[in-house]
Each structure stands twice: as structure tokens, then as C-alpha cells.
């Protein structure tokens, strides 16, 4: 659980190292909410920037618009996949509320029914921290493929997440009070957040990775004749 605070500890300073262009790709993404058309695009191109600014690269306007152009579908296929289960989930949590129910059930299972929509909607929100950070790290570029290791990080790291989550849950009830936050810096500062916890979890993974590749290249080293 101490590595949460660590890393969002290193968010804040690489944050801050690029504050003042972060700063304006949070302006511009956040006015792109208008058009509505071009706001997943917008996320996609602020995430993409973040996503160098958690590896320690400085950032270009360029970095931005690349992600933007590049993950545009991609975007909009997770902004509409969020939207479609974010009304099924709604809709189902409506319809067992006890004195919704147009059938006869009783009203604790008709409670219990509505505590599991809750409940998956509680772990649907806390999965969206990782999915669009980990497009720009998987070599398989597929939706699916990022939910499901976002769902992978989640169940592996637990503690991890849980204390991020608030974390970041403390910087929006901030920026709520302030809106002016949301507005010059938040969504960037999460952007930042995202990036740099997806970074630190598939360290291992690579690691792994490495120490399994060097392995082989040992292997077929020793084989090797004279």
C-alpha cells in the first residue's frame, strides 16, 4: 500500500517539472469538452502526453496532438463502451430499488440484487484508472485487451489501487470545491497519476520479461558450438 503513496509522491514532482505546458493541454482539453466530438480524442492526446512526462521525457504540443489523431477511435470506443455500461448498470440499479420492482420479490433480495449493481459499478469506476494508460504501453492495441489487463492490475494489486483511488478521490473533492482546478490543472495532474502507477505495475511483468529473455539468450549461448 506505501508504493500508492510513493507514486503518486513521483507524479506530483514529474507534474510539476511540466507545469506550465500540462497546464495548458488542460485548458485545451477541457474546452474540447465543447464540441463534445473531440473530448475522448482530447483525453487520448492529454493521457498520451502524461504518459511521457511519467517516463521523465519533457513534452511537445506535437506529443499531444500525435495521441490525439491516433487513439481517436480507440477513445471514443472506451468513452461509448463507458457510456453503455455505465446506463445498464444505472438502469438495473433503479430497477431493484424495493419500491421500484414492477414483480414480487422480497425486499431484502430485491436489496441484495441492488447491492451487487453497486457494487460492480463501484469496480467498473476504479478499473477506468488503467485502461487508457495502458494503450500507449501494449503492443496489442485492442480495447479488450487493455480492459483486461486493467482488470488484471486491479485484482493483483489491490492495495495499491485502493489507496491510489483515494487519493485521487481527495484531489477531486479539492478541485470540486475549487473548480477553477479542474479547469488549469486536475484533469492533467490525473492524466500524470494514471500513467505513472500503469508504469510502476507492469515493472515486474517486465522484469520478468527481461530475466526470462536473458535466460535464453544464456541458453542458446551454451549450445552454441566453438
Not at 35 to 42: E, K, L, R
Not at 163 to 181: E, G, K, R
Request: hydrophobic letters at 60%.
Amino acid at each position: 500500500m506505501k508504493h500508492g503513496f510513493r507514486v503518486f509522491w513521483e507524479a506530483l514532482k514529474e507534474f510539476w517539472d511540466e507545469l506550465f505546458l500540462l497546464m495548458l493541454m488542460n485548458v485545451v482539453t477541457v474546452l474540447l469538452v465543447i464540441p463534445v466530438v473531440t473530448f475522448p480524442p482530447a483525453l487520448a492526446g492529454l493521457w498520451g502526453a502524461a504518459n511521457l512526462v511519467a517516463k521523465g521525457r519533457a513534452i511537445h504540443w506535437s506529443d499531444y496532438f500525435e495521441g490525439f489523431r491516433r487513439y481517436f477511435w480507440k477513445a471514443w470506443g472506451l468513452a461509448l463502451l463507458n457510456i453503455l455500461v455505465a446506463v445498464i448498470l444505472f438502469t438495473n440499479i433503479r430497477f431493484y430499488t424495493p419500491a421500484n420492482v414492477p414483480f414480487d420479490i422480497s425486499p431484502s433480495v430485491s436489496q441484495w440484487i441492488q447491492a451487487f449493481f453497486v457494487g460492480m459499478a463501484l469496480l467498473w469506476v476504479i478499473v477506468q484508472m488503467y485502461p487508457l494508460a495502458l494503450l500507449f504501453e501494449q503492443e496489442d492495441q485492442r480495447l479488450r485487451v487493455a480492459l483486461r489487463n486493467a482488470a488484471v492490475l486491479l485484482i493483483t494489486n489491490p492495495g495499491f489501487t485502493i489507496v491510489l483511488l483515494l487519493l485521487l478521490l481527495i484531489v477531486a473533492a479539492i478541485s470540486t470545491a475549487i473548480p477553477l482546478l479542474w479547469f488549469m490543472v486536475t484533469v492533467a495532474l490525473l492524466a500524470v497519476v494514471c500513467n505513472r502507477a500503469v508504469l510502476h505495475l507492469l515493472e515486474p511483468y517486465r522484469e520478468r520479461a527481461r530475466a526470462e529473455a536473458e535466460g535464453e539468450d544464456e541458453t542458446s549461448g551454451e549450445g552454441d558450438p566453438g
